[in-house]
Every structure is written in structure tokens, then in C-alpha cells.
């Protein structure tokens, strides 16, 4: 394959997983910009949503269009229920004994996943066959396309609901004064309920979409918990464009860093990034310093 | 129309609140003056349920209010216009609005009735139409007061508590800012509690006063009295403060 080919194959797939990650990282950045607080969790809603559509498909044999909206449903009941057990009653605590909390929370839910389900690692069939299409000499599999469709049409409406319902006004003035939230008649702990919840189900949706491409298991939360993180901080916590840039670009960087160099350094491409935007850029990579987070 | 009895309201140990009784009747102007650290705000944010009072009782329109979350207390017609602004910065200015109507929202038709109110506010308050779509934290000091003030009366109140309107504000601002006050409660009946530091200019608005001072009401009687209270005149009417505290 020529050069030029490969790298357009690199960047699609790379889109792709970046999509993925820039889900993940909304929810990261979602919590955050109601609570405060890193939601070590978020990983787990993402494994939830994988396994838990595997188990309606095996267990309960319901076909996948019937299982997916079921799983986004259980897990954002989990998330509904995690806020409400774990982070509710602790409202006062200092914000380090809630991300304490969150860990503790992430591996209670990794704990149960393998307990209920096993330890080994399942596939979930693609939405609509695995015949590959070729784009300029470049090939890609339909549930790339999924992905990438599904992804534009969450962040689009992600988008309109902060920006155009009163309820995502809402949250981003809870964000964005919390005090002044509550004398205008919000109430600031329902808002950090929805923070989850909508976090649960765009976790859960990540989960379940990439499923296909990567197989999922009890203990892939950890790993895409990570890297959605990272694209939140590449986007300075913004549940908005930034981040869904972030993750784009982190998807790309790690599919040409796994191309051109070698496979094995993939997983450290995040962790490089995530070093060296905390040192230098703390804002975010497109973000000002001291600019405010919406 | 409010009425506080023996209100009691602490920080962790600090007792910020000692036996405090006010009330007001409608349609009033009342001030609270004191100086820095008396507990003017923490009367206001007791009032609003932000810092609720251990012990005592608020009655507003004969109901108890005491401890009702804040959005409760909003939702019965008494809105806060918090020390310091505190407009939602990152927001537009008609954001900002709009969420002063919050809890509005959720009755029928709505959205017609709040955008008809935010018209009004644009009239009250012609600045703040021509900066509509700008964040609220670009904008002056007393453009974001007006704001702050228009916010609150987005959710209609019949009770508007302000917190040091004039905090910072040119004395020119300060004026307009005042007659809006008076607008308010000649065409709309408004009863107002206004928190201030500027004696002078806030008794000669009011109808009342009290004055507070370490927690406790020390003072209290119509304004005209209480501008030639020797006291009052002695402690906040003083041309050089400075001069006061440093005796
Ligand atoms: N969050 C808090 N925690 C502990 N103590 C507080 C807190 N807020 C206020 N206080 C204390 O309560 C007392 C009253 O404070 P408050 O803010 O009500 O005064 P104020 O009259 O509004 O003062 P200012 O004119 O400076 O606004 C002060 O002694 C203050 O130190
Ligand atoms: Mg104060």
C-alpha cells in the first residue's frame, strides 16, 4: 500500500476510536462541571453498557436493536443509583474524599461485573455486517460508520440541550456559580443527578458501540475511562467541542503512533499526552488560561 | 408582609445571627445598614434558605419559611440579588434572564409570559438590551448589577432582598440604580430589603431602617429618624469612616 493510502486508513480508523474517546471524555467533563470532581467511575459505565447489551443478546436472546436501548436504560439507572448512594449523602465532603468515593465506586462495579458475568471477553456483533468498504484504496468496516454517526448525532444533541433547553442552561449555571444557581430557584443537587445520568448513558452508548471493533470484557473500563479522560484535559474539561477535538486527535495520534511505530506504544501515547498537557497546557490544549469552562 | 422573630443562625461556632427580629409591612422599602462583618448578608441568605437559622421563626406571608431550601423560598415570590452580583459570567445576558425565570418554565405558556418579562426588563434597564448576546462577566460592574437585579425579577418576586446594590458603582449609577428601585415598588408593588454600607444615600430612600451591628439589631425606626440619630450619624453618616475607626 502506498503511503499516502495508509495513512488515510490510519486516520480513519483513528477517527473512529477518537469518536469514542470523545464520548467518554463529555462524560468526564459533564460531572466535572457540576460537581468538581473526577468521576473515576466513567470507565465503568462504559464497560456496563458493553457487557450488559452482550448479556440481553446471549442470556436473553433479544435481538441488538431491543438490547441496546435496554442496556443504555440499565446503565443509566446505575448511574441514577451512584449518585444517589455514594455521592448525594456526602454533599458536604471535601471534593478529594468524593473522587475517593468515585474509585471506590469503580471498583465495586468492576468487582460486580465479574461476579455476575465471567472473566473472559466477549464480542458483540456489528450493526450491520463486517463487509468492508473502500474509501480512496482505504477500507473501513460499517461500524466505523456507526460510530462516527452515532457520535455526531450525541454531541449534536449534547449541544442543543446545553445550549437551547433551559434544563442544560441549568447545569451550566450550576458550573458556573453554584450560589447564584440556587437563589435563582435551581436546585443544585438535582442538576448534578442529571450530571450523571447523562453521563451514565453517553458512557454506556461508548460502550456498546465500540464493543464490535474491540470486544469488551469486566475490566475495559479502566483503559477507556483513561483515555477519555485524557481527551477531557486535552479539551480543558469542556463538555462541548474542545473535548470531542481532544479525543479525535488522541485517536489519531495513537493509530499513526501504532502504524508507523509500533503497536506496543499505543497506550503510552495517552498517558504522554496527558503528562505533558497537565504540565504545560493546564487549561486545556485550545483553552485560555483562567478562561471560564461552559 | 416578612416577619423574622428571633432569628438565631450560626457558621459551624461563629454565631452570626443573635436574636434578630424584623419584619415588613408591603409595599415597604426597608434598609439594613451595619458595618463589615455585622450579618447583614447572613439575614438575607437565612431569609433565602441558603444559611438556614437554628433557631427563631420567618414567616412570610403568614407561612413559615424557615429552613425552606432556596428554591422553595423562591418559588413563594422572595428573590435574592446576592452581595457582589454574582451574574452567571460564561452566560449571555438574555441566558442569564431567562434563567431567573427558571422555575417558571415548567407552567403553560411560558415561554411567551417570560419573554414579554425580559421586554420589560429591556425597558427598566436599556443597557442591558443592547448587550443581549455578550457574556455577563464582560460587561461593567453596574451593567452586570443591573443584571443581577433584572435575574431576580424575572422570577416575579413579591419580596426583593438586595445585597449592596451600590458596592463599587460610580454614584451616578448608583442614582439610576435607586430610581429603579423606587419604579419597582410604585408600579409594581415590590416590597424591597436593601442590604447597605452607603447610609446616607440608602435612608434617604427607605422607609425604615435597622441597624445591625456584631449580630445584633441595635438600632431600628423610620428613616428620617435614623438620619438624625446621633448614633447613626456618628458610626455610618461620618463623611471620613476611616476617620471614625481609626479614633
Ligand atoms: N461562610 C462563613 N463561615 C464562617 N463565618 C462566616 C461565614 N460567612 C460569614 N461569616 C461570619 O459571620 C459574620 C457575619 O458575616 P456577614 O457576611 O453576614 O456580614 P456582612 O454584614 O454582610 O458584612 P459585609 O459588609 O462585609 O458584607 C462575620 O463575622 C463573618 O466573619
Ligand atoms: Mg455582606
Known sequence: MELGTQLLQYLLSGLATGAIYALIGIGFSIIYNATGIINFAQ???????????????????????????????????????????????????????????????SILLRGLAMLIWDKDTHSLPSFSGDDPITVAGATVLPQHLWILGITLVLITLNKWFFSHTISGKAMRACSCNPRAAALVGID???????????????????GIIVAPLTMTSYDVGGMLGL???????????????????????????????????????????????????????PQGLFGKPESERV | MLKLKNINTYYGKVHALKNVSLHLAEGEIVTLIGANGAGKTTILNTISGVTPASGGNILFQKEEINALAPDRVVK??????????????????????????????????AKAAIQKDMQEIFQLFPRLDE???????????????MLAIGRALMARPKLLLLDEPSMGLAPLV?????????QLRAERGVTILLVEQNAKAVLKLADRGYVLETGKVILEGPADELLENAEVKRAYLGKDKKEIWER
Open chain 1, 43 to 105: 470507565g465503568e459505565f462504559v464497560m456496563l453498557g458493553g457487557m450488559v447489551t452482550v448479556f440481553l443478546l446471549k442470556a436473553h436472546h433479544l435481538p441488538l436493536w431491543a438490547a441496546i436501548p435496554l442496556a443504555v436504560l440499565i446503565v443509566t439507572l446505575v448511574g441514577f443509583l451512584f449518585e444517589r448512594l455514594a455521592i448525594r449523602p456526602l454533599r458536604k465532603a471535601t471534593p478529594i474524599s468524593l473522587v475517593i468515593v468515585t474509585i471506590g465506586g
Open chain 1, 188 to 206: 443544585v443537587r438535582r442538576m448534578v443527578l442529571f450530571s450523571f445520568v447523562i453521563s451514565a448513558a453517553m458512557g454506556a452508548l461508548a
Open chain 1, 227 to 281: 483515555k477519555g479522560f485524557c481527551a477531557a484535559i486535552i479539551g480543558g474539561m469542556s463538555s462541548g467541542l474542545p473535548t470531542v477535538l481532544g479525543g479525535l486527535i488522541l485517536g489519531v495520534l495513537e493509530s499513526l503512533g501504532a502504524g508507523l511505530i509500533s503497536s506496543g506504544y499505543k497506550d503510552a501515547i495517552a498517558f504522554i499526552i496527558l503528562l505533558l498537557i497537565l504540565f504545560l497546557r
Open chain 2, 76 to 109: 413563594l415570590g422572595i428573590s435574592q440579588v446576592p452581595e457582589g452580583r454574582q451574574v452567571f459570567k460564561s452566560m449571555t445576558v438574555e441566558e442569564n434572564l431567562e434563567l431567573g425565570a427558571y422555575l417558571r418554565y415548567r407552567a403553560r405558556d
Open chain 2, 131 to 145: 448587550r443581549r448576546r455578550q457574556a455577563a462577566g464582560t460587561m461593567s460592574g453596574g451593567e452586570q448589577q
Open chain 2, 174 to 182: 448608583v442614582q439610576e440604580i435607586f430610581r429603579v428601585l423606587q
